[in-house]
C-alpha cells in the first residue's frame, strides 16, 4: 500500500528565509497534491502535480515532482508569517486507489 | 457561491448518543469523501462515495454509517459504537473519483 512521507514533521523559521518540505512516496504515482490548513481550519487545496517534472509556483511557494525519485518538493522563498499554517502533500497510485494524506508539515515563521 | 458546507460547526454528543454531521455541495460533484483529523494527525478517510446512490467504507469506517441518496449531499453519522468520536470531521467533494478534492469548513466533535 501506498506510504506518503513528509519531512519534517515541525519545522520554524525565521521571516526572509528559505526552506523545503519534502514529500516521499512508496510506490509509482500518477499524481501528487498540496494542501494548505490553518489552525482549527478546514484543508485549502495549493498546487496539483500529475506529470514528472511538473512545477507549479503561487506567490512564494513552489511545488515540484520527480516521479522517477518519488518525491515532491514545496519551496518556500523569503518566508512571511502569513505561511504560518500546516502543509499536507497526498497522492494516489492511480487513477482507481484512494488518495492517502501525509501527517502534514507543521510551519511555524517567526516574525 | 459553490462550495461545500458542513453543519453544525461544533457538535457535543453525549456517550451513548447517535449524532449526524451534514455535508452539502453544490458543485456538481460525483465524488464525495469523509475524513477524521485528530489533533496533529493527518487526515484518515472514513467512507466515500464515488457516485450517488454508492459508498464505501474507508480506512476506518467501524462506528459510524452514511448514505448518499442525493448527489449534493452526504451525511455521516457517528453512532454509540464509536468508542473515541472526539475529533475533527472534514467533508470532501471531487468532481470525480480520486481527482483534487475540496474540503468544507469542518465540524468539531466533542464526547462530554
Known amino acids: 500500500e501506498l506510504k506518503v512521507e513528509q519531512n519534517p514533521l515541525f519545522l520554524s523559521m525565521q521571516e526572509g528565509k528559505n526552506y523545503t518540505i519534502y514529500c516521499n512516496y512508496s510506490?509509482?504515482?500518477?499524481?501528487l497534491y498540496w494542501y494548505r490548513q490553518d489552525p482549527g481550519k478546514s484543508l485549502e487545496s495549493l498546487f496539483v502535480?500529475?506529470?514528472?517534472?511538473a512545477v507549479k509556483q503561487e506567490g512564494r511557494l513552489m511545488a515540484s515532482l520527480d516521479t522517477k525519485a518519488r518525491l515532491s518538493t514545496l519551496h518556500i522563498t523569503a518566508a512571511v508569517h502569513d505561511l504560518s499554517a500546516t502543509y499536507f502533500c497526498?497522492?494516489?497510485?492511480?487513477?482507481?486507489?484512494?488518495?492517502?494524506f501525509g501527517k502534514g508539515t507543521r510551519l511555524h515563521i517567526l516574525p | 457561491d459553490g462550495g461545500i458546507t458542513q453543519s453544525p460547526k461544533y457538535l457535543f454528543r453525549k456517550e451513548g448518543q447517535n449524532v449526524t454531521l451534514s455535508c452539502e455541495q453544490n458543485?456538481?460533484?460525483?465524488?464525495m469523501y469523509w475524513y477524521r483529523q485528530d489533533p496533529g494527525q493527518g487526515l484518515r478517510l472514513i467512507y466515500y462515495?464515488?457516485?450517488?446512490?454508492?459508498?464505501q467504507k474507508g480506512d476506518i469506517a467501524e462506528g459510524y454509517s452514511v448514505s448518499r441518496e442525493k448527489k449534493e449531499s452526504f451525511p455521516l453519522t457517528v453512532t454509540s459504537a464509536q468508542k473515541n468520536p472526539t475529533a475533527f470531521y472534514l467533508c470532501?467533494?471531487?468532481?470525480?473519483?480520486?481527482?483534487?478534492?475540496?474540503f468544507g469548513q469542518g465540524t468539531r466533535l466533542t464526547v462530554v
Open positions: 470532501a467533494s471531487s468532481i470525480f473519483w480520486n481527482t483534487e478534492a475540496f
Open positions: 510506490t509509482t504515482s500518477d499524481r
Open positions: 502535480l500529475l506529470s514528472n517534472g
Open positions: 497526498a497522492s494516489a497510485p492511480n487513477r482507481d486507489d484512494k488518495i492517502i
Open positions: 458543485l456538481n460533484h460525483d465524488a
Open positions: 462515495s464515488q457516485i450517488v446512490n454508492d459508498f
